[in-house]
Nanobody
Framework: QVQLVESGGGLVQAGGSLRLSCIASGLSFNYYDMRWFRQAPGKTRDFVAHISADGASTTYGDSVKGRFTISRDNAKNTMYLQMNSLKPEDTAVYYC?????????WGQGTQVTVSS
């Protein structure tokens, strides 16, 4: 059974930083491109960042470019999202999934709240 477990969220002041983690189990993690998504209250789940299976290629949503960095450690079946210069509009639940995402792989997400 595939599980994707996000962690690392919290409450932070604007301008601060957080590092999110996504631990995968039940699949050959190093075979898959991965994505981070986020969903703010009352809004759709949006793309944040993508990383290729080997970690060599990354892409970002326009709103996070230059502030967030996606990475992965295939030996640890773990993907990361380093978030710097956080803004109140980054407040959301953050999720990880494959690329393209699988509906049955969504986890609980991790809440990020940025205060102004």
């Amino acid at each position: 059974q595939v599980q994707l477990v996000e962690s690392g969220g919290g409450l932070v002041q604007a301008g601060g930083s957080l590092r999110l983690s996504c631990i995968a189990s039940g699949l050959s993690f190093n075979y898959y491109d991965m994505r981070w998504f986020r969903q703010a209250p009352g809004k759709t789940r949006d793309f944040v960042a993508h990383i290729s299976a080997d970690g060599a290629s990354t892409t970002y949503g326009d709103s996070v470019k230059g502030r967030f960095t996606i990475s992965r450690d295939n030996a640890k079946n773990t993907m990361y999202l380093q978030m710097n210069s956080l803004k109140p509009e980054d407040t959301a639940v953050y999720y990880c999934n494959l690329d393209p995402p699988r509906e049955d792989f969504w986890g609980q997400g991790t809440q990020v709240t940025v205060s102004s």
